[in-house]
């Protein structure tokens, strides 16, 4: 990721371990109350789905932009040079459509669910939809930087025919020799 983008994939970290431990933390006094008081805190329920809902975008968010999601590769990897830049240019294109798609959803369910409260918490069901909107508007940034990336010549390992694993496969083979 550029330069001027790290902090805001460092925020995203951020929020992701909070949101982990602010939710772990609520779920596990609710059982405790639950189970040994029989009484619990009524929104940890409500207040947990948000934060792994937000916990679940912004992570995927992350996994992009450090290349982590899991991929197959068997097929790219065998492909000639040209074949395989068209093929990034292709997946990249259709998840940028599908990033547009996840952006509509999400704004239409953000506006019709905005007014809408939550029973217990009254926190507006709409920032529930508002995930998505982020999430989806931060991996077409994300997918952008790496077309641009890629127009310069600076195509990531998968694509450019690097093995990522090289140097581990090699040190393998030196251990068993």
Request: aromatic share 12%; with cysteine.
């Amino acid at each position: 990721m550029p330069k001027p983008l790290e902090w805001l994939f460092k925020l995203f970290e951020v929020l992701v371990v909070l949101g982990m431990s602010v939710m772990g933390l609520m779920v596990f006094w609710n059982v405790v109350l639950r189970y040994g008081f029989n009484s619990g805190i009524p929104f940890s329920v409500e207040v947990s789905r948000l934060i792994f809902v937000w916990i679940v975008f912004l992570g995927s968010i992350i996994a992009l932009a450090q290349g982590m999601h899991m991929s197959v590769d068997s097929l790219v990897a065998r492909l000639p040079r040209p074949l395989r830049i068209l093929c990034f240019l292709v997946s990249h294109g259709l998840m940028l459509w599908c990033c547009w798609l996840i952006w509509q959803g999400s704004w239409v369910q953000t506006l019709l669910n905005w007014k809408n409260k939550a029973p217990i918490s009254g926190i507006s069901v709409g920032t529930m939809y508002a995930a998505g909107l982020v999430a989806s508007g931060c991996m077409a940034l994300v997918l952008l930087v790496n077309l641009w990336r890629s127009l310069r010549g600076d195509l990531p390992p998968t694509w450019s025919g690097k093995d990522r694993f090289a140097d581990e496969t090699t040190d393998i083979q030196e251990n068993r020799s």
